[in-house]
């Protein structure tokens, strides 16, 4: 499709960020940072929650209806000259064609794009952006990635490519692929996490975001404030911070100088929003309260969602919970169960979707008590706001088709 488009991607310049958690974060951080810095930034989200159009973004919004669609229509003619030799496209290979022809007409300064899932295979794997970066390595959708974190660590390190500059935030078993796959190619790799070059030190945690110390090979930031929930998000700004000096090491070997000062990151990493991601939005909307949105659809997630929720002093809060076929989904309610949470389990209008009857006997299964059943996801929230008992806010989790569902019902967002 690209040869046909006229190898559109070979304009952009930037970073692929592949990891099983936290890339989508460390993508809107790197992108409001640099946006910060004065740059024009093209990010292509993944999924979208309500709107198609959030799949291509310049500096933080979805483009116009008009562009979505006129690049959809130049993607069509090129899906049909190619389809008879190689067969019919994936939807996310289509949209990725899309995104990259749509970016690369918007004249974007620097490409800040998440991987789709893997790395080694995924459509996003065209890109040549000169930064490449792996957040993490855990077990998710192991079907198509690998039982054991060192395969699943071999796909992610498959976007690392000779020439790139590297990145990564992973350790344990999945850190080894990515060593062993940049010493392969001679790529320099910045690796960050505690006893690295690049580390973070959570100070505070709360409503208003986080308060944490950075330590780089060069500087050391104290004090440092990121306006995403969950003490998770320093290590995600740590490799956020890593990624930006690659792209700027990157800029000045290709003489397109990318200048980050310290008031540039912070100014950036305090004004950076990243939607459905332990968000929290009113919910007059469906007549509710307060409701909190966060995927948490694998066992990492899970885990990350408990410690947030605990550093909010948040547990026993009513529950609205969906999942997909082919996740880890005891794992996931087990973590979860540690919060006693009150649960509504309902499933979204997407192929795969579990049942609430499917999520109930799991959640049963494990010792769970209590469970209401919910046939979509605003009748959920609803039956949820009747178990608020101090206050505290609803949570939905456990898909971000789910979040998607109930945001858009919150905010009122078209598609």
């Known amino acids: 499709m690209l040869d046909e488009l006229g190898r559109p991607e070979r304009s952009l310049r930037g970073a692929l960020v592949a990891g099983t958690n936290g890339k989508g974060s460390v993508v809107a951080m ?10 024009r930034v093209g990010t292509m989200p993944k999924p979208h929650l309500v709107s198609y159009r959030e799949r291509i973004a310049v500096n933080g919004e979805p483009v116009s209806r008009e562009r979505f ?20 496209p994936t939807e996310f290979e289509a949209l990725t064609a899309a995104a990259m022809l749509e970016l690369s007409r918007s004249s974007v300064d620097l490409a800040i794009v998440e991987v789709g899932m893997g790395g080694r295979l995924d459509a996003t794997n065209v890109l040549d952006l000169g930064v490449a970066a792996i957040t993490n390595v855990q ?11 060192a395969l699943i660590g071999v796909e992610k390190a498959g976007i690392v ?53 950075l330590v780089t090979p060069s500087r050391l930031l104290s004090g440092v404030r990121v306006s995403l929930l969950g003490g998770h998000q320093a290590a995600n700004a740590a490799v956020a911070v890593a990624v930006l000096d690659a792209i700027a090491e990157d800029g000045l070997r ?27 939005l009113d919910g007059t909307r469906l007549g509710v309260g307060r409701v909190l949105l966060d995927g948490a659809h694998n066992p990492a997630g899970a885990a990350a969602l408990r410690r947030a929720l605990s550093e909010l002093d948040l547990s026993g809060m009513p529950m609205v919970f ?52 919910a046939g979509e996801p605003g009748e959920a929230v609803r039956a949820a706001a009747g178990l608020v008992r101090h206050d505290e806010p609803i949570l939905v989790a456990g898909s971000l088709y789910l979040v998607g569902a109930v945001r858009g019902m919150l905010t009122g967002d078209e598609p």
């Open 161 to 213: 490519k000779r020439g790139d500059l590297a990145v990564t935030g992973a350790s344990g078993r999945g850190l080894a692929p990515v060593i062993e796959r940049c010493a392969a190619l001679e790529v320099p790799l910045r690796r960050v996490g505690p006893h690295q070059a690049y580390r973070s030190q959570l100070r505070a945690s709360g409503w208003e975001g986080i308060v944490f110390d």
């Open 254 to 280: 290709r003489g397109r100088p990318v200048a980050i000062d310290e008031a540039m990151v912070r100014r950036g990493l305090g004004r950076v929003r990243w939607p459905g991601r332990l968000e929290l």
């Open 69 to 88: 669609a006129a690049a959809i229509a130049d993607v069509l003619p090129a899906i049909d000259r190619v389809v008879a030799a190689v067969g019919p």
């Open 322 to 373: 969906g999942a997909m076929r082919g996740k880890r989904v005891h794992a996931v309610l087990r973590t979860l169960a540690a919060l006693g949470p009150r649960p509504v389990f309902t499933a979204v209008n997407e192929p795969g979707a579990r049942s609430p009857a499917e999520l109930l006997a799991i959640w049963r299964s494990m010792g769970g008590r209590g469970g209401r059943l």
């Open 30 to 39: 790197v992108r409001s940072v640099l946006q910060a810095a004065g740059q």
């Open 139 to 149: 077990h998710d959708h192991e079907r198509y990635l690998g039982r054991t974190l």
